[in-house]
């Protein structure tokens, strides 16, 4: 493998990195918001989520490879419906957040990042044992 090919692996690395730790950190807003109410549908927290871009890069000939990802923007859930609640005679409207979907992404945003930072360690591996030889 060259060394360039390591330098690459480093940045794809790295992005993914960088991106899932943005997801952690929407995850987080959306647990942290999953009981906040409202009165009005209006003032009430929406889910959030994370859309990744796959970065591209173009070879020769016009053949592209991939050159990591990164987080393209982070929208707001309007498709699942918020929940509203009866409460004292009056009606409460809480977020759409579902606690338990939050941390099934949070254990598969977690385990994409240590992928990525296995990757990271396998590649410094492989560039001490070039630098060795």
């Not at 929407?26 to 009165?39: C, E, K, M, P, Q």
């Amino acid at each position: 493998m060259s060394l360039d090919r390591i330098l690459s692996g480093f940045n794809i690395a790295g992005s993914g990195m960088s991106a899932e730790r943005a997801r952690l950190d929407v995850i987080a807003g959306n647990i942290a918001n999953a009981t906040v109410n409202s009165d009005s549908s209006q003032g009430v927290y929406r889910r959030r989520r994370v859309v990744f871009q796959t970065l591209l890069e173009r070879g020769g000939r016009g053949a592209a490879s991939v050159d990591g990802v990164r987080v393209a923007r982070i929208e707001s859930d309007f498709h699942t419906p918020l929940v509203e609640v009866n409460e004292n005679g009056r009606t409460v409207t809480y977020p759409n957040v579902n606690v338990a979907l939050e941390m099934t992404n949070m254990i598969t945003a977690l385990r994409a990042y240590e992928a990525n930072a296995l990757a990271s360690q396998s590649l410094r591996e492989m560039a001490q044992r070039m630098l060795r030889s």
